[in-house]
């Protein structure tokens, strides 16, 4: 059962891939919030390039794609310290270096900011202070500043705008709570109510995947049964010839012997 259900599903090219070149975390988030959502989804590595591929059952395609576009999966890949800094110039100029440490910055906060259950993706820009170097009372020439827009699910406020201004100020030197400008905005609702998976022999999908395997296995035992049919009868119309033919050679045999005798 177990090896009649893949063939099935190879021959008939019942899966599809929904995302490609993703990285593991990624895939795994995907994969994860697909099955919380009925949908089976399997992970493997991407032929075709770098990273794995998703793959869920045809049937399933657009209540996938409509669901992870409303969760906003897969993320993109964000940059931190370590990826800002892992290939960096020998001779970076004071622009390029300031630069590089704001983006590396800002990309650990969105780190941190996405990790809140329920907040779908963060976009966070930062202006760190430019010291006034003849300023007597040391107050910069431009203060830090920041501003935050937070992307949450339909219906869900996960984390409270306080709480966001004391994150992000306390993640930059010299930025204070109150000059942290946070937007938020809803996502798009998810389609539709979670779907439960069913069993079919050993394996997990959802109900009219199951009902599309159901129907090809009948479909393929009718035509198995049709054709053991028609072998059988062949096999017997030739057995009956062979029967008629073995009765006429003995009877041509014994219609010969007194015509050889005499």
């Known amino acids: 059962m177990r090896y009649f259900g893949i063939v099935v599903v190879l021959l008939l ?17 995907v994969v994860t919030s697909l099955e919380r959502a009925g949908i089976s989804a399997s992970k493997g590595r991407d032929e075709g390039g ?17 669901l992870l576009r409303s969760l906003g999966l897969p993320r993109g890949r964000r940059t931190g310290f ?19 440490y704001v983006e590396a910055l800002s990309g650990e906060i969105v780190k941190t900011l996405e990790t809140v259950d329920g907040v779908v993706s963060a976009r966070v820009h930062l202006v760190l202070p430019e010291p006034e170097p003849l300023a007597m009372d040391g107050k910069p020439r431009v203060p830090a500043q920041a501003a935050v827009l937070l992307k949450t699910r339909a219906g869900a406020s996960p984390i409270a705008e306080p709480d966001v201004r004391k994150l992000v100020a306390g993640a930059v030197p010299g930025l204070d709570p109150a000059a942290v400008a946070v937007v938020f905005t809803s996502g798009a609702e998810s389609p539709g109510p979670a779907v439960g998976l069913v069993s079919l022999g050993p394996m997990r999908m959802t109900a009219n995947s199951r009902n599309v395997l159901v129907g090809v296995g009948a479909t393929a035992g009718v035509l198995l ?35 050889a005798s005499s």
Do not use: W
Request: proline share 5%; with cysteine; aromatic share 2%.
């Open 13 to 29: 090219g019942c899966s599809a891939a929904i995302e490609h070149g993703l990285d593991e975390p990624a895939a795994n988030e």
């Open 50 to 66: 770098d990273g794995f591929v998703i793959s869920v059952a045809k049937a399933d395609v657009v209540r996938s794609m409509e």
């Open 225 to 259: 049964a049709a054709l053991a049919g028609l072998v059988l009868a062949m096999v017997r119309r030739l057995r009956a010839t062979g029967a008629v033919n073995a009765v006429q050679g003995r009877g041509d045999a014994g219609g010969a012997s007194p015509t």
């Open 82 to 100: 370590g990826e800002v800094y892992k290939q960096s110039g020998l001779l970076p100029t004071p622009t390029e270096e300031r630069a590089k």
